[in-house]
């Protein structure tokens, strides 16, 4: 039996990372925590992926609101309609908010004389989601038997179907929590979940399941507990998401005791709560056992899984630096101070501009501080962490990291390191994004990428050079999770000379896109870029030549391996490549080259391209060694 003194702890403790702050938890030292730990480690050594998707549960004022979870609700539904299953699956109707949650101006509070419909203002509507966990089941099926749905599905169907069961339970969790908000704030439930995506699942054993009976549904401020990992229904959802409803064939089949266990933990993060010293969870508790007696369930069963399994418990002392009840008092304190204070929205660039000192002054205010983003969506504090995850333009990121930087915010500089993903980009951006290597700050792009990132790409030093500072940028925008649209499509063809000994009146790289632009990069590391754009997904070629040919002229490398320019039969030293080639490719001249054999396959290619009609209509003088277009369209 699990026992919360310190001296049956295992040895080991669990540190868990939050952008800047972190919790420590202990593992209870039983047969069950010691495989729970194994196959959590087994979980981090084989790099698993963690769900960040769905994390925070019951959190009122989290950005991810009602209105945010259905959007993204309907867009799973959307990919799951879209897919061709055989056989077909039933075309699932997009939901509105008022599925799932009653207005706000009906009368809201505790139910009166148990019913519940006395009060239903900002209640749960469960019919939505039993019904959204229905498609769940139906779609994926159990984690013994995987439905013929899934097996078919492609990874973009496989990952919208799990957002079903994902997105609901977040859902039920929001919901509960915005109508706790407004009359009993104290018993809000917010929650952390922490799972893996494909992480292996054990059978409990025979004596783990008396564990259910050790802590029942008792949860506790910092409880660490055994996650649910498969599909379906317990008892204790059944009686209490839906008041206790008469057994049906239907409703049974929908019901699962737990059987597995896996290297996944939820955390507690409301306040205790225990059927001794609290007479609504008593009550909730007498009302559930006969229940279950009415319904020929024995309470004492323990393969029935009635209870939560604590696994450890988050060292609360540690973890704040203080201990648990100065923390709540704390909060309590300043809760009750600003309780009747207005909201107070403050934008991401102000707000980067508080320096530590400022931000200590802050950290007692933020319940009432709402983080305003460039796209006007707001994010809450929980503490001095912002809560969710984000979608910003790359350059709003910058902004706001660089003023952060100067200011050592580390609020500011860890969000937007880990919470807040750049939104996708076209081409043609990446490719001004390598044009400039004065846009950033070089220490700036210096902070934003890790000191191993750093070492791979730049070298023992560790230090990115002027030159490479537009590249940096780009690796960056990758390394954070920035996608180029549509990349599979796209197309980069890098025109480089084969030696750059005589090459004149050139500013750059040539690079023609799948478009029929042509640009002229400045100072390009042509490596390290290739290098990033194949890992934003964008297919690249490359044509190192040694002669390049025109209707005015043409340029070779001669015996000593110097570019010879040849104009009117006249040859001298010296060639304006980038002028030339750009001439060679809008003329299609290029069979003419030396290189056209070494090349064809490539130069097939540009052969398809139609460019673009301000390029075809540009003059440029061979003799001078016009640039190329620096810019590219908008």
């Known amino acids: 039996m699990p026992s919360t003194e310190k001296n049956n702890y295992i040895f080991d403790m669990v540190r868990v990372g939050l952008n800047d702050r972190a919790y420590y938890f202990h593992i209870y030292d039983t047969p069950l925590g010691h495989r729970w730990l194994s196959a959590f480690n087994d979980n981090l050594k084989n790099k698993l992926i963690v769900e960040k998707n769905f994390c925070f549960i019951g959190f009122a004022d989290s950005n991810r609101n009602l209105n945010y979870l259905v959007r993204e609700l309907n867009k799973n539904i959307e990919q799951i309609n879209s897919f061709k299953f055989d056989p077909g699956y039933e075309k699932i109707h997009p939901f509105r908010e008022d599925d799932f949650q009653f207005s706000s101006n009906l009368p809201i509070g505790k139910a009166i004389d148990g019913d519940d419909m006395a009060t239903p203002g900002k209640r749960l509507k469960h019919d939505a989601c039993n019904l959204l966990h229905r498609y769940f089941e139906e779609l994926q099926g159990t984690a013994w038997s995987i439905s013929k749905f899934y097996r078919q599905a492609d990874i973009e169907t ?9 997105i609901c339970h977040e859902i039920e969790g929001w919901v509960n929590a915005d109508r706790k908000k407004a009359f009993e704030p104290e018993w809000m439930r917010p929650s952390q979940i922490t799972t893996f995506l494909n992480a292996p699942r054990f059978d409990l054993h025979e004596e783990d399941y008396e564990l259910f009976k050790v802590n029942r549904y008792d949860r506790d401020l910092g409880g660490v507990y055994l996650h649910w990992s498969q599909v379906g229904k317990t008892l204790y959802e059944v009686f209490r998401d839906e008041h206790a409803p008469v057994m049906t064939d239907a409703l049974c089949s929908e019901i699962n005791h737990q059987k597995y266990y896996s290297g996944e933990f939820d955390v507690e993060w409301g306040q ?25 369930y024995d309470w004492e069963d323990p393969k029935l899984s009635l209870g939560y399994i604590k696994l450890g418990q988050v060292d609360l002392q540690r973890t704040f630096g203080s201990n648990a009840d100065i923390k709540q008092l704390e909060i309590k304190h300043f809760s009750e101070q600003l309780k009747d204070s207005r909201e107070m929205r403050m934008d991401i660039l102000s707000f980067a501009t508080l ?13 009432k501080i709402k ?26 990121m ?28 076209n081409l043609y951006d990446g ?29 023992d030093n560790n230090t990115v050079a002027t030159t490479d500072i537009a590249e940096a940028r780009l690796l960056s925008f990758s390394l954070l999770g920035g996608k180029i649209l549509d990349a599979q499509n796209k197309l980069l063809f890098f025109i480089l000379p084969k030696t750059y000994k005589e090459v004149k009146s050139s500013i750059g790289t040539l690079v ?3 478009d029929g632009n042509l640009y002229e990069i400045p100072n390009l590391n042509y490596l390290l870029s290739v290098n990033i754009l194949s890992g934003l997904g964008v297919n690249t070629r490359t044509l190192t030549l040694s002669e390049i040919v025109s209707n005015s002229s043409s340029c070779k490398i001669d015996i000593a391996g110097n570019w010879m320019h040849k104009i009117n039969g006249i040859e001298k030293r010296g060639c304006p490549f980038n002028s030339v080639a750009k001439k060679m490719l809008l003329e299609a001249n290029h069979k003419n080259s030396r290189d056209y054999d070494t090349y064809r396959a490539v130069f097939e290619e540009i052969e398809n391209i139609n460019f673009s009609p301000k390029i075809q209509n540009d003059t440029d003088s061979s003799e001078i060694g016009g640039p190329a277009l620096g810019k590219s369209p908008n």
């Open 512 to 514: 023609l896109d799948i």
């Open 431 to 459: 490719i001004n994004i390598l044009m400039n290597d004065f846009a950033t700050q070089q220490n700036v792009i210096m902070e934003l990428l890790s000191e191993e990132v750093k070492k791979v790409f730049f070298g």
């Open 355 to 367: 320096n530590q000192n400022d931000l200590e002054i802050f950290k007692k205010f933020t319940s």
């Open 158 to 166: 496989k990952y919208a179907i799990r957002q079903l069961n994902n």
């Open 371 to 396: 983080l305003v983003l460039s796209d006007c969506s707001e994010v809450v504090f929980f503490g001095d962490t912002l809560l969710g995850a984000y979608e910003l333009p790359y350059e709003d």
């Open 398 to 425: 910058l902004k706001a990291f660089t003023l952060a930087s100067k200011n050592q915010n580390d609020i500011i500089l860890n969000f937007i390191k880990n919470q807040v993903t750049p939104k996708p980009i």
């Open 272 to 296: 205790t709560v225990n059927e001794r010293d609290h007479d609504f969870k008593k009550q909730e508790m007498e009302n559930f056992r006969k229940w279950l007696a009415e319904n020929g």
